[in-house]
């Protein structure tokens, strides 16, 4: 009785205007947790003041950010929470002008009977109607929300996405000024394009800090997270969407957050779904995804610039910080010819103003934001940045990796520059990043190396015999390739197989029982084991002076080898510890001596 009471109490008397509030249709969730710093700013421009006269002028609230930030359900919370203090809702769908029309034109139903031609108010968006019924019944809610004496409604256009301003605007685009009614009333737009804020008050709605995040996290998960939760907070850095999507997962599958972590990194491109929304992980979410919602925003921005579109593939192989004009602009310096790179970049390279027009379409889409305390510096969200990185096939990511390695490596200042040290301070994230992308790029293919000799191997047993010497040489291949992938043990075993097995076939002094000798005092020495590394180098290289001669190349790199092998020992004895800055430098070092001869690839599909 108590509750009904107060509830009276709250309700407001909007005359005749007043129409029933309803989300239908509305991808509103039942696991929103408040975000009270970003109401309040809400609640301070929109809500009607009625302790003075009547307020005059349109309240506009703009509520703009990445794509998952969290700006729909936030504002489907504000109406939730205030609908008692607006004489009308109305959720309007602003992806396209058309959705948005039929929007406008499904509340007709909804307005008190008389008040609009009864022939318009027919119309429903489940039947089949003209485009001239639609723009009529449109018109007539328009005129309805401009009558002087319905002002304290609320109008809340959701993502108007598509940037209208341009010669060749998007199919959809429109400008949403054309469907402000009158000059009262409140509305709310949420968007990614920054430029809208111009339209009104404004706020960028930015990621969560951990305390909120977790909150998110656990209310998709359904119950408390242990302290493991706190490496997955870090990863996905306070994005709500990428918090739900992690929590449902969490649910749904069963596994910690430990497990979500380590598939995150390993196999993001299958953890995070299909490319289209056909299998949502989310149902209270349109776009479905974190995969889909940018992708979105990125197929816009590829439309409008090509080049703008590059740019975001190529940052996905460097760190997601620190992207700078100054990084490009070494295609553009001289000290590697221009038709060695991609036209566009070179172009960009040389070009500061395109490196900045480049650079704002993709702020104008909240794909990126302005360093803190950077000038001229731009960074990217690290779950973006991971997105963007499967943009593309396994074939153009090595491309795209190996152009990241070549500017990086071409934009390694010399000593004598001056102030070379703040340029490799900068460089040293983007270095660490393609040295990732490299790693990674080589041990795929050892994989597929790997699958390649193991059925090879198989065959021959079957086919041949076990002893057999092409079946040693496959096991002598086996252990090279275990060796390049670090799997120490696994190599030894394979070295040692095909050496006893050759040295039955062949004899002890052939010469491919001396190699497979060679390779197990490469492997000792990459273990540590310096005398045995020695006793294989020893045995190698009487057998090929006696077999092959003095002069013969495979004696002279076995010289070399038992050359090095003591002067490693000369050097452990000399080694310093370093520390990890010096370390971090040394990789810019290893970086300018050896990838200044890279050519970066010429003008295929980046072109």
């Not at 469907?179 to 706020?203: K, M």
């Not at 995969?291 to 590059?310: D, L, V």
């Not at 172009?347 to 704002?360: I, K, P």
């Amino acid at each position: 009785m108590k509750a009904c009471a107060n509830g009276l109490a709250r309700k407001q008397y909007f005359g005749p205007f007043k129409t029933p509030f309803s989300l239908d249709g509305v991808p509103a969730s039942d696991k929103f947790v408040a975000r009270p710093s970003d109401t309040a700013e809400l609640e301070k421009c929109l809500l009607p003041k009625r302790s003075h006269a009547r307020r005059t002028g349109r309240q506009i609230f703009v509520l703009f950010g990445l794509g998952g930030v969290g700006k729909t359900q936030l504002s489907i919370d504000f109406a939730r929470r205030h609908q008692a203090a607006f004489s009308s809702v109305f959720w309007l769908d602003g992806r396209s002008e058309d959705q948005l029309k039929r929007s406008i034109a499904g509340y007709i139903a909804k307005i008190p009977k008389y008040q609009v031609p009864e022939t318009s108010r027919r119309w429903t968006d489940s039947h089949t109607h003209s485009q001239d019924e639609l723009d009529d019944a449109v018109a007539n809610v328009m005129k309805w929300l401009e009558q002087p004496d319905n002002c304290e409604w609320l109008l809340i256009f959701d993502n108007v996405d598509k940037d209208w301003i341009g010669q060749e605007f998007g199919i959809g685009a429109y400008d949403p000024r054309r469907y402000l009614p009158g000059d009262h009333g409140s509305v709310l737009i949420t968007t990614r394009l920054s430029r809208l804020a111009q339209l009104g008050e404004s706020r960028k709605l930015c990621q969560v800090n951990t305390t909120l995040g977790k909150a998110i996290l656990e209310r998709w998960y359904g119950g408390e997270l242990g302290p493991d939760c706190v490496n997955l907070l870090e990863l996905l850095h306070g994005l709500p969407l990428a918090l739900a999507q992690a929590g449902s997962y969490l649910r749904e599958k069963s596994v910690d957050a430990a497990t979500y972590v380590r598939i995150y990194n390993e196999q993001w491109d299958e953890l995070m779904g299909p490319h289209d929304a056909s299998n949502r992980p989310l149902l209270d979410y349109n776009q479905g995804s974190v995969r889909t919602t940018w992708t979105i925003s990125f197929k816009e921005i590829e439309r409008q610039s090509p080049s703008a579109a590059k740019v975001l593939r190529l940052w996905a192989f460097l760190d997601n910080k620190q992207l700078w004009h100054g990084l490009l602009a070494v295609t553009a310096n001289g000290r590697t010819p221009q038709d060695r790179w991609p036209q566009w970049l070179s172009e960009m390279g040389g070009n500061e103003v395109r490196f900045l027009d480049a650079a704002g379409l993709l702020l104008r889409y909240s794909m990126i934001e302005t360093e803190q305390g950077s000038k001229g510096g731009y960074s990217m969200h690290p779950v973006v940045h991971q997105w963007a990185s499967y943009l593309d096939g396994q074939r153009q990511e090595d491309e795209w990796a190996r152009l990241a390695l070549a500017v990086v490596g071409q934009s390694v200042p010399e000593r004598k520059t001056r102030e070379y040290w703040v340029v490799q301070r900068k460089l040293i994230p983007h270095a660490e990043m393609v040295r990732r992308w490299i790693q990674r790029a080589n041990q795929g293919k050892l994989l597929e190396a790997e699958a390649m000799y193991k059925r090879a191997l198989e065959g021959n047993e079957k086919a041949l015999r076990q002893d057999h010497t092409s079946t040693l040489n496959t096991i002598n291949n086996l252990g090279i390739l275990y060796a390049g992938q670090g799997k120490l043990l696994e190599a030894e075993a394979m070295y040692k197989r095909a050496l006893e097995g050759k040295e039955k076939a062949l004899g002890r002094d052939h010469t491919s029982t001396l190699g497979t000798v060679n390779n197990l005092g490469n492997l000792y020495k990459n273990q540590g084991k310096l005398p045995e590394a020695e006793a294989m180098y020893k045995r190698a290289l009487e057998g090929y002076e006696k077999v092959l001669g003095l002069t013969h190349p495979k004696t002279h790199t076995v010289t070399r080898n038992l050359q090095l092998l003591h002067c490693s020992r000369v050097n452990s004895l000399r080694k310093l510890d370093k520390n990890d800055a010096a370390g971090r430098v040394d990789v810019l070092g290893k970086l300018s001596t050896k990838l200044r001869n890279i050519i970066p690839f010429r003008k295929k599909s980046q072109q």
